[in-house]
């Protein structure tokens, strides 16, 4: 395995130490009038650090800025890898801490995907073409490509070595 570059490992090792609440929210299934919908909130794949090789992790940031009134970010994103047939929800990152994040108009949030690259023909990979990124408390979701490589499996049902952290406040 490849190492990754130290700051790529400084920001995983943030993310996972950051905690507020032990809140688990699951996209859609916790409704919430004051929640972040995709159309009043931009939803976007950023900077990645894309794993090179089978066996390497690779970091993808998906950013959030809201675009309307006020809304509160409340749980883990709810992400699903799609490949042709198959759909697989990716679990938050092991120990990762759900906090709550209000944000005004303009303010911005990310999440980081972290994922292991699969060996091209192995059966176990997810052959992933897009993810689904639904915000707790929405019902609607934003479908972005997945342009990073095959995702390892760690069996041959979908069970994807990948993970979301929780959001985390960005710029200032």
Same mark, same amino acid.
């Given at each position: 395995?490849?190492?990754?570059?130290?700051?790529?490992?400084?920001?995983?090792?943030?993310?996972?130490?950051?905690?507020?609440?032990?809140?688990?929210?699951?996209?859609?299934?916790?409704?919430?009038? /004051?929640?972040?919908?995709?159309?009043?909130?931009?939803?976007?794949?950023? /900077?990645?650090?894309?794993?090179?090789?089978?066996?390497?992790?690779?970091?993808?940031?998906?950013?959030?800025?809201?675009q309307s009134a006020p809304c509160t970010l409340d749980g883990f994103p709810h992400v699903e890898v799609n490949q042709p047939g198959t759909t697989v929800t990716l679990k938050p990152q092991k120990g990762a801490k759900a906090q709550t994040l209000k944000l005004a108009k303009g303010d911005s949030a990310t999440f980081t995907v972290t994922?292991?690259?699969?060996?091209?023909?192995?059966?176990?990979?997810?052959?992933?073409? /897009?993810?689904?990124?639904?915000?707790?408390? /929405?019902?609607?979701?934003?479908?972005?490509?997945?342009?990073?490589?095959?995702?390892?499996?760690?069996?041959?049902?979908?069970?994807?070595?990948?993970?979301?952290?929780?959001?985390?406040?960005?710029?200032?």
């Amino acid at each position: 395995m490849r190492a990754i570059p130290l700051t790529v490992t400084a920001l995983a090792a943030a993310l996972l130490l950051t905690a507020c609440n032990d809140g688990g929210g699951s996209g859609g299934k916790n409704r919430s009038a /004051s929640g972040c919908a995709v159309g009043k909130v931009s939803v976007q794949a950023g /900077s990645a650090s894309v794993a090179p090789a089978a066996g390497d992790t690779g970091e993808v940031v998906v950013s959030i800025t809201n675009q309307s009134a006020p809304c509160t970010l409340d749980g883990f994103p709810h992400v699903e890898v799609n490949q042709p047939g198959t759909t697989v929800t990716l679990k938050p990152q092991k120990g990762a801490k759900a906090q709550t994040l209000k944000l005004a108009k303009g303010d911005s949030a990310t999440f980081t995907v972290t994922y292991v690259r699969g060996k091209d023909g192995d059966g176990k990979n997810l052959k992933a073409e /897009s993810m689904n990124v639904v915000l707790p408390g /929405s019902d609607v979701g934003q479908s972005i490509p997945w342009k990073y490589g095959p995702i390892a499996g760690k069996t041959s049902q979908g069970d994807p070595e990948a993970s979301v952290s929780a959001f985390q406040q960005a710029g200032d």
